[in-house]
């Protein structure tokens, strides 16, 4: 059979014979009679085995080990019983085999070294790659390093291959051991290829290794392709995008991560001839996967397009975003979480007060203990809850019950009053003395930024800077002599929607400056706009209020039972609601349907000009049967997953569009905003936050300095001619303080207020 991920096919068995070894491997393990033989052959048939290549690899070594009577199972305690044998032991059984195997396989390494490595570690050797690579177009490099922190951490080699010459050298400098060039000397030496637009570079993670090129005072020009974003741009849905796991998937060559391998030790620590077949391996294979996805990406010249002109300039912007970093009012940080842990100490007597009644448990009710809370809060509020899950449980029972509420908002002051305490100032980078946030561009499936931790730095330093609640914002401070102006994409994603669907009632809001939202109330309740709009306080009308809840409702994939339960109605009158508000926009509704069709039919849905693809498979499935009155039978749970699967991905169709094209207007405009700072002293992109940028610029800034930025977000990617971009600045020098233009005091440098 052929399996279609994304655009990419592979080879595998047919799924229905192998979920059908698992039921029946399932079956066996309930009635007690299941084999070791048996009890593989469940663990591997797992969907989440078998969609994780490192895990199948793994747990394959295992078994084999197994089988091979090389070992055995765990003990167990005496008086115990030896339970069944489960996928976790198998895991941990691993590690036992991976030991044993470690030193073989670095051997083997080594003795099965290809002919075309090689180790440069002379001054001959050395300039005939430097002579060689004037004849290579592009080339993957890599870098290998003490560590993760692009800011500390130092390079210890680098490795290149050579595809006309069919060549994969590591040049180590700074191993323990080992004859070696010197690191200024190769840096130096490889200056002109370095800083060269004409010879281009593929890497796998290349924000890093630009990164650390500069942190030891140079830079690395001409990436021409990262293979890790070019495979979220091939296939979102990848369930891992590390090369080790990539490798085996599409290329067919097994590779062990270097904490399989190297697991405690520094890559300095490495023997120089294993470091080579590492390194040397690292590239081979990040050019061969390049290769690949140039293959597949050339077959969609829009998209091939898109990555070359926007994803691959974003990784340098992302570079510079993060090397700026912030400075931090430390001061505040405390206050601000003593008030919190003020805050939280408040809700926990609260919470203990109201639940102990029905507490059964001798000591004082612990807050935080799951066994404790579930019995306590279900007999309170009358609801056996199922589990204490803040997503799934309590957060849509939160409105109707108010200790609910309590509770989730104690988890979070709690949370955030250690953070801002205990964590924030442990942040604070030692080489830079300034705080650092990661930026991931393909944070989401659809394309936008993310922001926090990098899963492989373990020095703790990374934090989510879009995530700062605004009452923590005004910690960030702007370096002396400068400002932060903040510009945001005012209405994005109904912009968008409105240049998509092209419905009359939306262009004309946009047109002539009025709120979408009152102007489909106005069309839907057939009343004037100043009626709809706001009410005399501010607030919002009821009319506007229901067509925001309905409209967001849509856009964010809600279905209509939770619809009903926001606007207290029942799931028919939701969707009766829903339908006879987007039948008062027939375009707008027409677009709504043709996203489903689309994706009903082909699996996926484009964003903007065709530049990327949202891919959801799952829309494409066929509805299995649930018979009449059988919907909550516990028979029928497969069904209904599988239905609602479907049904998931039908609602996101007109999501991901959305997102997927608002994610493309806010990097274009970040590429053209980055060469815009970079023409000016002093300018730098400060940050991006959901749908706003914000720029670091000198305190002397001029009206025409702001008309500049103004001119970025309005036209550096409109949406068509008939929906113009609008935006809004404000001007800050602590972040959520700002004041717009006209409150500004451009001699005093400072808001008017506070002259």
């Not at 932060?484 to 109904?494: L, S, Y």
């Not at 999501?655 to 994610?663: C, F, I, K, P």
Request: hydrophobic share 35%; aromatic share 10%.
């Amino acid at each position: 059979m052929t399996l279609e991920i994304g655009e990419i096919k592979l080879k595998g068995g047919d799924a229905s014979p192998a979920k059908a070894k698992v039921q029946e491997a399932e079956k066996r393990k309930q009635s007690a009679t299941e084999t070791l033989e048996e009890a593989w052959e469940r663990i591997l048939s797992s969907k989440g085995v078998q969609t994780n290549a490192s895990k199948l690899r793994r747990l394959t070594e295992v078994r084999d080990a197994m089988l091979a009577g090389e070992i055995g199972r765990e003990p167990v305690p005496e008086g115990k019983k030896q339970g069944k044998f489960s996928a976790a032991e198998a895991e941990r059984l691993w590690q036992v085999v991976n030991e044993r195997n470690r030193e073989r396989k670095l051997q083997e390494m080594v003795d099965n070294t290809p002919e075309n490595y090689e180790l440069i570690t002379d001054v001959l050797r050395f300039h005939k790659l430097i002579n060689l690579l004037e004849s290579e177009p592009i080339v993957a490099i890599d870098t290998e390093t003490t560590g993760v922190d692009v800011y500390t951490d130092e390079m210890v080699g680098l490795s290149i291959t050579l595809p006309n010459a069919d060549w994969h050298i590591y040049i180590p400098f700074g191993h323990d051991e080992g004859v070696q060039l010197n690191r200024d000397y190769v840096i130096e030496g490889l200056r002109d290829f370095l800083y060269s637009e004409s010879i281009g570079k593929v890497l796998h993670n290349a924000m890093f290794d630009i990164a650390m090129f500069r942190r030891h005072g140079y830079d690395l020009k001409g990436v021409a392709w990262d293979t890790m974003t070019a495979m979220h741009i091939l296939n979102e849905n990848e369930p891992s995008f590390k090369l080790k796991d990539l490798a085996p998937r599409y290329l067919g060559v097994e590779s062990d991560t270097f904490d399989e391998l190297f697991k405690g030790k520094l890559f300095s620590e490495i023997p120089l001839d294993i470091a080579l077949v590492y390194a040397a391996k690292d590239t081979h294979l990040t050019w061969d996967l390049y290769e690949f996805q140039l293959r597949h990406l050339e077959k969609m010249p829009s998209i091939l397009e898109y990555y070359r002109e926007v994803e691959v300039p974003i990784l340098y912007v992302i570079v510079d975003l993060e090397a700026n970093g912030y400075i931090l009012d430390l001061d505040f940080a405390e206050e601000y979480g003593q008030k919190l842990h003020d805050r939280a100490e408040e809700l926990r007597t609260e919470l203990i007060e109201i639940l102990t009644p029905y507490h059964e448990g001798e000591l004082v009710l612990n807050l935080n203990s799951p066994a404790q809370m579930k019995p306590a809060l279900s007999a309170c509020i009358g609801v056996n809850l199922p589990n204490m899950d803040a997503k799934k449980t309590l957060k849509p029972l939160r409105d109707k019950y108010p200790i609910i509420d309590k509770l989730l908002e104690y988890k979070t002051v709690t949370k955030l009053s250690g953070t801002y305490i205990d964590t924030l100032p442990t942040k604070q980078n030692p080489t830079t003395k300034r705080w650092h946030s990661r930026f991931n561009p393909m944070g989401t499936v659809t394309g936008r930024f993310s922001s926090g931790k990098d899963e492989e730095n373990e020095t703790g330093r990374e934090f989510n800077v879009q995530n700062q609640p605004p009452e923590a914002r005004p910690m960030f401070v702007a370096p002396k002599g400068k400002v932060i102006v903040g510009a945001d994409f005012k209405a994005q994603e109904i912009r968008c929607v409105a240049y998509m669907s092209q419905e009359p009632v939306l262009i004309e809001a946009f047109r002539t400056g009025r709120d979408p939202y009152a102007m489909m109330a106005a069309t839907f309740y057939k009343r004037p706009y100043e009626e709809v709009y706001k009410n005399e306080d501010g607030s919002d009308t009821p009319e506007r209020k229901k067509m925001k809840v309905v409209w967001l409702a849509t856009l964010y994939g809600m279905s209509d039972f939770s619809l009903g339960d926001t606007l207290g109605i029942s799931r028919k009158e939701a969707t009766e609601f829903k339908e006879e508000i987007f039948g008062s926009m027939p375009k707008l509704n027409a677009w709504l349907k043709e996203n489903e069709d689309f994706v009903r039919k082909y699996g996926f849905v484009w964003a903007d000009k065709k530049a990327r693809k949202r891919r959801l498979p799952d829309a494409k499935l066929r509805k299995k049967r649930i018979p009449y009155g059988k919907w909550n039978d516990p028979a029928y749970k497969e069904q209904r997953m599988h239905n609602a699967s479907i049904n998931r991905a039908m609602r996101q169709a007109t999501n991901a569009r959305v997102q997927g094209s608002s994610s493309i207007q806010t990097k274009v405009t970040m590429v053209k905003a980055h060469e815009y700072c970079q023409t000016r002293e002093g300018w730098a992109l400060w940050g991006t936050v959901h749908d706003e940028l914000l720029f670091e610029i000198p305190e002397d800034f001029t009206q025409e300095d702001l008309k500049a930025i103004e001119n970025l977000m309005l036209y550096a990617y409109p949406w068509g001619d008939s929906v113009p971009n609008g935006t809004d600045l404000e001007i800050m020098t602590k972040w959520g303080q700002g004041v717009p233009p006209e409150a500004w005091d451009f001699e005093r440098h400072q808001p008017k207020e506070a002259v």
